[in-house]
């Protein structure tokens, strides 16, 4: 079946430690987001990316880095300038919107990574 | 500025009652509204998505509204259940159906 998976689900980290989460998807979405939850607040964007080779800083990049070198995988890493990393990380993707197609935003499950 | 707000934060029901949630915001240009359940621990899943010109649409029990004069739109849940318990998220899109605004959600449970 087609979708976005995630790993790992659980995460702990030391602090001082550089983490990457993977997120794969088999939809053939050309754009893939990052999104991170905190309790009570809504999704804040952290990067996406709308193309192979490219991507774009979101509103809170400070702390993270991605990669896109293939269409089905974006990898973020949370490195150990994140002030505050622990959080639960959405990984998204979407086509292009047209005739055919809503540019429905579909989710993966989300990794929850605890520092330490 | 680009927002969503959603109302109520919180809600509480007995299993069976109907509610409502509402979403308001100030996205220009609008592209489309969705709504997302999303269960404790999990991703969100798509519900229901309207464009401009929809003004309502159902997916079984959930039944979403959009007035795009106002901006605003609600999810109204019909013979709740228990596992409708979780977080609802509105979310309005932009140019081309990207530039995704995320609203805080609703977080609704069910009691029996």
């Known amino acids: 079946d087609g979708g976005i998976t995630q790993s790992p689900k659980y995460l702990f980290r030391k602090e001082g430690q550089n983490v990457t989460l993977s997120c794969e998807q088999n939809?053939?979405?050309?754009?893939m987001y990052w999104y991170r939850q905190d309790p009570g607040q809504g999704l804040r964007l952290i990067y996406y990316?709308?193309?192979?080779?490219?991507?774009q800083k979101g509103d809170i990049a400070e702390g993270y880095s991605v990669s896109r070198e293939k269409k089905e995988s974006f990898p973020l890493t949370v490195t150990s300038a994140q002030k505050n990393p622990t959080a639960f990380y959405l990984c998204?993707?979407?086509?292009?919107?047209?005739?055919?197609?809503?540019?429905?935003?579909?989710f993966g499950e989300g990794s929850r990574l605890t520092v330490l | 500025k680009n927002q969503v707000e959603q109302s109520p934060q919180s809600l509480i029901i007995l299993e069976g009652k109907n509610c409502t949630l509402q979403?308001?915001?100030?996205?220009?240009?609008?592209?489309?509204l969705r709504w997302y359940k999303q269960d404790t621990g999990r991703g969100p899943v798509s519900l229901t998505i309207?464009?401009?010109?929809?003004n309502t649409k159902s997916n079984g029990r959930y039944t979403a509204t959009l007035d795009a004069d106002t901006k605003q739109s609600s999810l109204h849940i019909t013979a709740s259940q228990l596992s409708d318990s979780a977080s609802y998220i509105c979310?309005?899109?932009?140019?081309?159906?990207?530039?995704?605004?995320f609203g805080p959600g609703t977080r609704l449970s069910v009691l029996p």
């Open positions: 998204a993707s979407s086509g292009r919107q047209g005739a055919e197609n809503t540019g429905e935003l579909f």
């Open positions: 939809l053939n979405h050309d754009a």
């Open positions: 990316s709308q193309i192979v080779n490219d991507f």
């Open positions: 979403c308001n915001y100030t996205v220009s240009p609008f592209s489309n």
């Open positions: 309207m464009t401009f010109s929809e």
């Open positions: 979310v309005v899109s932009g140019y081309y159906g990207q530039n995704f605004v």
